[in-house]
């Protein structure tokens, strides 16, 4: 009685060999790109709504608007006379140690300065006046272009 000795050739399961499927090595991107343009379009509707602000009532004038590169620091003054950096309210005492905190240029850095129509002139006038004694020369009024009536 001879025994067959099946060596892993040609001769086991009907002639054939199994082979194993070798990994795939690319990535796959098109979820990615799919979940990018769901971000995209998301963002895209979602940031207009983001842009909030103090309500002022500006002024208008016949003044040509300014070009800058970077953003400047804003600072409003609403009816009532309250004080705020951006959208943050703050004291009137406290504004100048926190300008030199938030400037990135140091006293070169472009400040606005929003004042609604009704607000006091006399504290326009001090809060303006702290800034510039502080070293800060770059102050600007931000006001609406006048519309023909």
Do not use: C, W
């Amino acid at each position: 009685m001879a025994m067959q000795v099946d060596s892993g050739q040609a001769g086991g399961r009907r002639g054939r060999r199994r082979r194993r499927h070798a990994p795939m090595s690319e990535i796959n991107v098109t979820p990615f790109v799919d979940v990018m343009l769901v971000l995209l379009i998301i963002f895209m509707v979602a940031a207009p709504l983001l842009t909030v602000g103090v309500p002022i009532d500006l002024p208008e004038t016949r003044a040509k608007a300014l070009e800058g590169d970077t953003e400047p620091i804003t600072i409003s003054v609403n009816s009532s006379g309250e004080i705020f950096i951006q959208e943050t309210p703050i004291a009137i005492d406290e504004v100048v140690p926190k300008l030199e905190a938030i400037a990135a240029n140091g006293y070169e850095e472009r400040i606005y300065v929003r004042g609604d129509q009704d607000a006091d002139y006399g504290t326009m006038m001090k809060l303006m006046g702290r800034i510039n004694a502080a070293g800060f020369k770059r102050l600007g009024l931000v006001t609406l272009e006048e519309r023909d009536s």
